[in-house]
């Protein structure tokens, strides 16, 4: 039977359970091919079975596991293919935010940008590359903030969560996270022209230069992030 979880809400235990689950498969720390044991993951995130099963159907939908009979939950994980897509929908998906962000942003986030920029050249300069993805993930939040559209901005924040581990990996090279801020202050730049055309450009070339740096350094091996 079931316990009874405690101090946590039906809605967002499962919430957590499913965004930790799913956090795992996109770090690799649940590799593709491994079984998912609801009793196993329950003991391990403190909660029943029953949020782990309302989960695990979630990240079936998603295409991060298969649910086969009479075996379970196996993770499929993430394929080069399924890579190189993303990263193509982020790079349209982050051109029309951006431009959108250009005619509604305030003062107040173009010195959040201001501000985010500068940190991320201060924790380069440092060799502190383990902070720079939560950076670059908060950039990009403030640009779809500023955008307007609640809708495109739930859209790119689960793509930035599904990147996650990828920017992990080529954020950790200083001499793609340097380039990479240099391509975050010219979108900036552009975003206090008011320039639609012009951040809408630079965030498209900066996703797809990303996305090249990825495949140069053979982080996408197989289905996995090398």
Do not use: W
Request: hydrophobic residues 35%; aromatic residues 4%; charged residues 35%.
């Amino acid at each position: 039977m079931d316990k009874p979880d405690k101090g946590i809400g039906p809605v967002s235990r499962s919430g957590r359970v499913f965004s930790e689950i799913r956090t795992g498969i996109l770090s690799g720390k649940y590799r593709e091919g491994e079984e998912l044991k609801e009793e196993s993951l329950g003991g391990e995130l403190g909660v029943s079975r029953t949020p782990v099963r309302e989960a695990l159907r979630q990240l079936e939908q998603e295409g991060l596991i298969d649910i086969i009979p009479n075996k379970g939950a196996v993770v499929t994980g993430v394929s080069p293919d399924d890579i190189r897509d993303i990263y193509m929908v982020r790079a349209r998906l982050d051109g029309l935010a951006a431009s959108l962000a250009a005619g509604n942003i305030d003062e107040k986030g173009l010195e959040e940008l201001e501000e985010n920029v500068h940190l991320a050249e201060y924790h380069c300069e440092r060799g502190n590359v383990d902070r720079l993805p939560e950076l670059d993930s908060r950039f990009h939040e403030i640009i779809y903030r500023a955008g307007g559209s609640r809708y495109i901005g739930r859209m790119m924040v689960r793509l930035h969560q599904y990147s996650f581990a990828m920017r992990q990996k080529t954020l950790a090279k200083v001499s793609r996270a340097e380039a990479s801020n240099r391509e975050h202050r010219l979108i900036t730049e552009a975003l206090k022209k008011r320039d639609p055309s012009l951040a809408d450009r630079l965030s498209r070339e900066h996703v797809i230069k990303a996305y090249e740096n990825m495949l140069e350094k053979g982080y996408v091996n197989g289905g996995r992030i090398e």
